[in-house]
């Protein structure tokens, strides 16, 4: 031990860290250490002919001079191994000698086999303990097998070097039984884990696999220290984690989170990162890497991930966090010898500290309950006129007809809190947290893409970007259903708006079709008014056992399910969700195609020609899902036939539009 400072002083820092780490968790010696594969040169005029030696000697000379090149990692005059291109290559006798004497090159084959594994093991245990993404864990597994080694590989072969009675035979048997019990089996492993890159709880996981596989009560003994001592290192990892959201002790990227901060130290798989990243954004800062997770783990992943989350996120806006820290200060000592259930049952007990915790910060600083109540107000236009308002305001600015690039975040949102007060959703603080944004800007800037002539660039209704901490309370999952309702409601509501003064000017109405004109203005209004009252009655519906719910939430996760629960349920029933997206999409263009008719981009021949195919596919759809509902019936009526794309583009489209609930003739 007098020599380990110097030692320290000459290793790169982050093997100082490793070092400092594994001295605190392992009571043993685990700095440099030799590896015993010979690496000296033994010149022509050195080496020596086995094959001039006295028969009678030659057996203990072979002998004792594969030893002292096995176990002292020397080359000798009359034995030599070469590493060549990734082999290892032996040399003790020409090719004649060998034939003569067939005894002898048999167990010194065997021999040789048994050291070259040796040799190779001791190689990746020195590759794996000089790659600095590796992390503790490995350098725990490459040395206890260095000490396995020293024990039931390097001990009996000191004993058999001061054995009399030297003889090949002997030494061959000892080679085979050590080879097959222990040499190959550990040379397996640690090979599998040098080539598949096997780190963290994935290493872990494998050790268990491994150790499934063995009878051999020492390997099962060694592999059961290494995972113990790997699961003590995950516990510490995890203390760091939800105590401090930070990875100091994860070197090599140990853990199932990973801190993007270390991608120029450590770069593995396939992560890469362009352009600047915003470190104010936990989702931006760290990535989940579910193959690193040990299997017993696997039930708490999600709150020890969200432990990290809610710290992070809370610690960024200096918020409420004496509500935090100060109920769940944690010691690594207190997961010590827990089982495994036990320590399920810690991490959630204190989990659900930290989430009641963040829910009291939210209540007191947001009014977080009415805040979530208030979402479907303000994305779905429950019990309210705003959306309309909204697209209203857009004609009326002009804001359609402009550069996509001047749709400022300023010009949208005084338009939004405009739409707002003319609704009297100004009347809560919630409505400032709300802006809107155009979601194509950037690609459109970047790349010179023009909207499809129509289509509105599809405006985006956020809670605002710069409180990312309301994010722990309206993730992505939320926000993004309610997004795709809003836009779709707007769509409708810009065509109500544009078709109701298109209707009530009476401009262009002096032709021929004036009558069909109205007509198809007069259905299409009701088909749209229909979609968007179902839409809202549905969300009506569940909204009052939504709002039971959400009053008897207890942590912030609870807030999080119920508005899940919510959100699902008035999708699906809505028939708004995945399932559904054609419908919706047909809607939409048709709307949209109104309001091209409503601007004079279209005449009603055209109107017609380019409506006409959708109405027919969506009556396609409606009458071929079973799954529709009331629905079905809502929008066209109970007597209606498919009709298909071409056969639609033949009839009037007020003729398509009609409502009815007459048997069809026969």
């Not at 960024?316 to 004496?322: S, Y």
């Not at 209540?363 to 208030?374: E, S, V």
Request: aromatic share 14%.
């Amino acid at each position: 031990m007098a020599n380990e400072p110097d030692v320290l002083s000459n290793l790169n820092s982050w093997k100082k860290l490793r070092r400092q780490i594994l001295s605190k968790v392992v009571n043993d010696n685990f700095y440099e250490y030799d590896c015993f594969v010979p690496t000296n040169a033994v010149h022509s005029s050195q080496k020596k002919n086995i094959a001039d030696v006295d028969p009678d000697d030659r057996e203990a000379l072979l002998f004792e001079h594969f030893l002292i090149n096995c176990r002292r990692g020397m080359n000798t005059p009359y034995i030599q191994c070469i590493q060549s291109e990734s082999k290892i290559i032996w040399f003790w006798a020409d090719d004649l000698f060998k034939k003569q004497n067939s005894n002898l090159c048999r167990w010194l084959d065997h021999c040789f086999r048994m050291a070259t594994t040796l040799y190779e093991l001791q190689l990746i245990t020195t590759r794996l303990r000089n790659d600095k993404t590796r992390g503790y864990m490995i350098n725990v597994f490459c040395s206890f097998v260095i000490r396995f080694l020293r024990k039931h590989i390097f001990d009996p072969l000191d004993e058999l070097y001061n054995m009399e009675g030297k003889n090949l035979l002997t030494l061959q048997r000892c080679c085979v039984d050590l080879h097959s019990k222990y040499l190959k089996p550990l040379w397996k492993i640690a090979n599998q884990i040098e080539k598949v890159d096997i780190i963290g709880g994935e290493f872990i996981n494998f050790l268990f696999e491994q150790k499934g596989l063995h009878e051999n009560r020492f390997l099962t003994s060694l592999l059961d220290d290494i995972i113990s001592l790997s699961i003590e290192r995950y516990y510490q990892i995890i203390v760091e984690w939800v105590s401090q959201c930070t990875l100091s002790l994860d070197v090599g990227h140990e853990f199932f989170i990973w801190d993007l901060r270390k991608q120029n130290v450590v770069d593995r798989i396939n992560f890469d990162l362009t352009g600047k990243l915003d470190w104010s954004d936990f989702d931006s800062y760290f990535v989940l890497i579910p193959q690193l997770i040990p299997i017993d783990f696997l039930p708490v992943k999600d709150q020890i991930y969200k432990f990290g989350k809610y710290l992070y996120t809370m610690r960024q806006q200096n918020a409420g966090l004496n509500l935090l820290s100060i109920h769940y200060s944690l010691e690594a000592s207190m997961f010590k010898n827990l089982s495994l259930g036990k320590f399920c049952d810690k991490i959630n007990e204190l989990f659900d500290k930290c989430s009641t915790n963040t829910l009291e910060h939210f209540k007191q600083k947001y009014d977080i309950i009415n805040f979530a109540k208030k979402l479907p107000y303000f994305f779905v236009g429950l019990n309210t006129n705003w959306i309309y308002e909204l697209a209203e305001l857009f004609e009326k600015n002009n804001l359609t007809n402009i550069d996509i690039e001047k749709l400022t975040p300023s010009k949208l949102n005084d338009l939004l809190i405009q739409a707002f007060r003319c609704a009297q959703l100004d009347v809560t603080s919630h409505y400032k947290y709300f802006e809107l944004s155009v979601s194509p800007f950037a690609k459109v800037k970047s790349e010179g893409i023009t909207p499809e002539k129509g289509k509105f660039p599809a405006l985006e209704l956020n809670i605002a970007q710069d409180n990312r901490v309301l994010k722990l309370a309206f993730p992505a999952k939320i926000l993004e259903p309610y997004r795709r309702v809003f836009f779709l409601l707007f769509v409708i509501n810009r065509a109500r708006y544009l078709i109701h003064m298109k209707f009530f000017l009476r401009a262009g109405f002096n032709n021929p079709w004036a009558v069909q004109e109205c007509a198809t203005i007069y259905l299409f209004n009701r088909l749209i008014n229909v979609y968007q009252e179902y839409i809202c009655g549905v969300a009506a519906k569940e909204y009052n056992n939504f709002v039971k719910k959400i009053d008897k939430v207890k942590n912030l996760d609870e807030l999080v399910e119920v508005q899940l629960e919510f959100i699902h349920s008035f999708m699906e029933n809505a028939k708004l969700d995945q399932e559904y997206l054609t419908i919706r999409q047909l809607i939409e263009e048709i709307a949209n195609q109104f309001c091209l008719y409503a601007c004079n981009e279209l005449d009603f021949f055209q109107l017609n020609k380019s409506v006409s195919s959708h109405v027919g596919k969506t009556k396609q759809f409606l009458l071929s899902n079973k799954k529709m509902g009331e629905l079905k019936n809502l929008l066209f009526g109970t007597s209606y036939s498919e009709v298909g794309e071409a056969a639609g583009c033949y009839e009037p489209l007020w003729k398509l539009l009609l409502y009815s609930n007459e048997a069809p003739t026969k």
